[in-house]
């Protein structure tokens, strides 16, 4: 499975620190383990899923498309719920 991350996603993993990172990691190594492990959005969201994990105690969702056909992963977002699906849409 080819894991591609979008520029929104690049941005937001540098601001992160290397312990937060770590958790990062973890999370997306179950997601590719099991891509339908997030839950799939409805509305202006088709198509996007979101998986929740705890980030060094804190509540972190992690957005993501997954293209079955070409085995693609693609990674759109990660931080905490305040303003996340606001920032998404965009």
């Known amino acids: 499975m080819k894991v591609l991350q979008t520029p929104t996603f690049a941005r937001q ?3 992160i620190n290397k312990n937060q990172k770590k958790d990062l990691d973890v999370a997306i190594e179950k997601i590719v383990r099991d891509p339908h492990i997030g839950v799939a959005k ?3 969201l088709c198509g ?4 929740k994990f705890k980030m060094v105690n804190q509540l972190t969702l992690l957005a993501y498309e997954f293209d079955e056909d070409d085995e693609l992963l693609f990674l759109l977002s990660v931080g905490p719920h305040e303003n996340f699906y606001r920032d998404l849409k965009r």
């Open 48 to 51: 996007v899923q979101v998986y």
């Open 42 to 44: 409805k509305g202006d």
């Open 13 to 15: 993993i540098k601001k």
